[in-house]
């Protein structure tokens, strides 16, 4: 029953108020009760000949109160069993559902301690015998009708309404059978004190009631497993119909469920062997729901973690990279599948890694050791945007684990990709099946993609730029969520800023904080180990060998394999090179600017590493030392594609993919990246227009005054 809201449970409302009879108004007395006195009456007594009056305590007023006119006095809610009418007095039944008999339902968890004689109730005949028919109350309430009651001779299985009319020492119960035309019904739930999730490993052997969110279906070949969620975490709940069958087939997840059930232990993790579970609905079930997000929403609040190197750009993004944080560890703790994609290279794959060691243990910890095999999933994308293939692939994973397991639609971690307006097609898809998604991406921002995004993580939203690499942002996002994760990843956004070029401020401290574990070599050595192995993992995350060339495990293997994909990569770039290098055509434009031209297609090797964009960047290496302190750009173009790279020249690359759209229609333009390094894909047949206007755009752009400085030989990948 509620308490009523007006009394507050007093069951009276104060209206004014009027001198107190006892001390005439003065709230002091000149006797006192020596029995009922207190020290301090005694002293007060004795020294000022008065003491304070015991009944309106030294105010001299005594309220003047009147029944509550909402609860009649009785201080709390009482409503009919039945008709669920409001009553006036503590009664279970108003005067119209009175007028006929009461018909109880035992809950299956219900024992013979919920049972009262003389109540009537509704059971199943279970079994016959020569004296009579055995009937079940509930699943272990079962009583005998004496040949004796019965007028006629039921059969197994038939519904009857009995009437408890004795209950014997040894526990036998007597039952009568009931005749009736007319009658309500009442659901009796076992009555039973609330427990909480965190405490069920105190209450092994014993039966208790927990209230809570589905979070998970999932049937196996015997039991069913439910996995319930309460403000205070998380436990599994296994109910048996018959093997492979599934229990309760009308609770699925979301939903809000009373469960009353046996803790037991299975292979050392707490399980609660269901004996009843009911929804709940209305306001049971906000209540429910309310202080589960509440604890959740509490626990889910980041680490207050210092960043690993001043910036004024991170300082800026502080509530931004905060709200991923909390999104994750939300999605963690409500036991939700998390899917991290990212870009394949040395900058994505460090940013994806430092998330993946900061929340495994976290999964491990709230689900179970088993649980990141089914709740986490990391996947590389080959482009430097979400494509429609990698949310079709996502979309199939989700909705077959929804279909076969029960599980909830995942959580969508975008790293080093998901920025752009490239992005937007694959995002649309992903918000019809409901999908949220998060984004941490240093490419240029298209406001477009905010829409489809529970929130974005960016540099360009700071005043910052893609110098500013996912890895650094990716590691200080894993602080927050974990911060015990922070020694293992210190190192990667280092790594990043060599992997992607960086000449950002942030890029040298965070450089220099790793220097004596790993000099500049040893960072470039691992980028390129990095790009080399994600080109022949292709759409695999390869977390073990990534895990090694990260130096997340033995240092001996980290160091033997990094050298050995070093020596086979850099062998494959010298091949490359030596095809491609004699068949470059440069031009020095009027700006200034040497622009280079590859056709990749042509004159490189297919199908093998290193790939165009990878292989332009080699040959754009080069030519920069060969041009030192002049502006520089590179171009490899393929049938329907080109690559960009540049140094010393003010481009726009997204703003130029835009304006080649307007200009050349029909030339199926598209593409991004970076300002000054990116990607164009167009419609082969209009390869020469497009480039053509290309070279046109870049005619046009500015050149840096200072002076340029040839870019070290190293890995890089857009």
Request: glycine fraction near 8%; charge should be negative; proline fraction near 5%.
């Amino acid at each position: 029953m509620n308490q009523c809201e007006r009394c507050q449970g007093r069951g009276v409302l104060t209206v004014g108020e009027k001198p107190c009879p006892n001390c005439n108004g003065k709230g002091t007395t000149e006797s006192i009760s020596l029995g009922e006195a207190s020290d301090k009456d005694m002293k007060s007594l004795i020294e000022s000949g008065s003491a304070k009056c015991s009944v309106c305590q030294g105010s001299g007023k005594i309220p003047i109160t009147e029944i509550c006119p909402d609860c009649h006095g009785l201080g709390r809610e009482y409503l009919c069993v039945v008709c669920k009418t409001k009553l006036d007095s503590k009664k279970e039944l108003c005067e119209r559902c009175a007028k006929k008999p009461l018909v109880h339902i035992l809950d299956p968890a219900c024992d013979i301690r919920d049972i009262s004689v003389g109540e009537i109730y509704q059971g199943k005949v279970s079994g016959l015998a020569n004296f009579g028919a055995f009937v079940d109350l509930s699943d272990s309430v079962r009583g005998l009708a004496h040949n004796k009651y019965l007028k006629s001779r039921p059969e197994a299985g038939d519904a009857i309404m009995v009437t408890v009319r004795n209950i014997l020492p040894n526990g036998n119960i007597e039952l009568e059978p009931a005749e009736l035309k007319e009658y309500n019904t009442v659901e009796v739930e076992k009555d039973l004190p609330l427990s909480k999730a965190s405490d069920l490993h105190s209450q092994v052997g014993k039966t208790v009631m927990i209230k809570g969110e589905v979070i998970q279906v999932k049937q196996t070949g015997g039991p069913t497993i439910f996995t319930l969620a309460d403000d205070s975490g998380l436990v599994f709940c296994a109910a048996f119909e018959r093997a492979g069958v599934r229990a309760y087939a009308d609770i699925d997840s979301d939903m809000m469920v009373r469960v009353i059930g046996e803790v037991s232990l299975r292979n050392n993790q707490v399980q609660v062997e269901i004996k009843s579970m009911k929804r709940l609905w209305g306001g049971d079930a906000s209540v429910v729901k309310d202080q589960i997000e509440k604890a959740i929403d509490l626990r889910a609040e980041p680490a207050q973690t210092e960043f690993l190197v001043k910036s004024e750009i991170l300082d800026r993004l502080r509530p931004a990279m905060k709200a991923v944080a909390k999104e994750i560890r939300r999605a963690v703790l409500k036991s939700r599948p998390i899917v991290v994609r990212h870009h394949a290279d040395a900058d994505g794959i460090s940013a994806a890694v430092a998330i993946e060691m900061a929340i495994l243990p976290l999964i491990a910890e709230v689900s179970g050791p088993d649980a990141e095999y089914h709740n986490y999933r990391r996947a590389p994308s080959k482009a430097p945007f979400y494509e429609l293939e990698d949310v079709t692939k996502d979309l199939t994973f989700a909705l077959e684990d929804q279909s076969r397991h029960g599980q909830k639609m995942p959580l969508i971690v975008l790293m080093d990709n998901g920025s752009t307006e490239e992005d937007v097609p694959a995002m649309r898809q992903a918000q019809v099946y409901g999908l949220e998604m998060l984004v941490v991406d240093h490419h240029h921002p298209h406001k477009i993609v905010d829409q489809f995004l529970v929130a974005h993580v960016n540099p360009a939203h700071a005043g910052g730029d893609f110098g500013l690499t996912t890895g650094m942002l990716a590691t200080e996002i894993a602080r927050m969520i974990h911060p015990e994760v922070e020694n293992k990843i210190r190192h990667f956004p280092a790594v990043s800023a060599v992997g992607d070029r960086s000449e950002a401020p942030e890029a040298d401290l965070y450089i220099r904080l790793v220097e004596d574990r790993f000099p500049r070599d040893d960072l470039k050595k691992i980028a390129l180990a990095l790009d080399y192995e994600a080109f022949w993992q292709r759409f695999n995350d390869g977390r073990g060998l990534i895990n090694d060339i990260l130096c997340l495990g033995r240092l001996d293997r980290h160091q033997k394999i990094v050298e050995l994909l070093c020596e086979q990569a850099n062998a494959a770039i010298d091949e490359q090179l030596r095809a491609s290098m004699g068949n470059v055509k440069s031009t020095k434009l009027p700006n200034g600017i040497i622009m280079n031209v590859l056709d990749v297609e042509n004159f490189a090797h297919k199908f093998t590493f290193p790939p165009p964009g990878k292989t332009s960047g080699e040959v754009h290496d080069r030519l920069c030392q060969k041009y030192d302190g002049k502006p520089v750009v590179t171009i490899g173009y393929g049938p329907d594609f080109a690559v960009l790279r540049s140094r010393g020249v003010r481009m726009n690359i997204p703003q130029m993919v835009k304006e080649l759209m307007e200009e050349i229609p029909n030339g199926g333009v598209s593409g991004g990246g970076h300002l000054v390094v990116g990607s164009i894909k167009f419609v082969g047949g209009m390869r020469k227009e497009v480039l053509a206007k290309l070279a046109e755009k870049i005619a046009a752009c500015s050149v840096d005054e200072v002076p340029l400085k040839a870019p070290a030989l190293g890995a890089e990948a857009i």
